[in-house]
């Protein structure tokens, strides 16, 4: 079982960027796919991005696209979202989650999540 914890979270100005990390240990994790969601207050939790295991493939929700990009670097057992021209309702807690099966963009298909980090955009 992997474990995954996020960081990089913070108070951004709308049109700001911002690159979140997520450090990966207990695992192999060149094995796994590695995702990023987020949940705003009173909101389902959303699909962010995607990144096959050599990170080769990448797929992107339609809100993000074109201003997100996830990357991994496997010798550092980290993946990465570099979030740019961020909006408020980018506004949430992001979440990385790791899966060895396959990438979806349902939350319930993703076996392992870290903890969170929260991303606020506001002047």
Not at 70 to 86: E, F, G, P, V
Not at 99 to 117: L, V
């Amino acid at each position: 079982q992997v474990r995954l914890e996020e960081s990089g979270g913070g108070l951004v100005q709308p049109g700001g960027s911002l690159r979140l990390s997520c450090a990966a240990s207990g695992g192999t994790f060149s094995n796994y796919f590695m995702s990023w969601f987020r949940q705003a207050p009173g909101k389902e939790r959303e699909f962010v991005c995607a990144i096959t295991w050599s990170g080769g493939n990448t797929w992107y929700g339609d809100s993000v696209k074109g201003r997100f990009t996830i990357s991994r670097d496997n010798s550092k057992n980290t993946a990465y979202l570099q979030m740019d021209n961020l909006e408020p309702e980018d506004t949430a807690v992001y979440y990385c989650a790791a899966e060895a099966g396959g990438w979806s963009s349902s939350r319930y298909d993703w076996a392992n999540w870290g903890q969170g980090t929260q991303v606020t955009i506001s002047s």
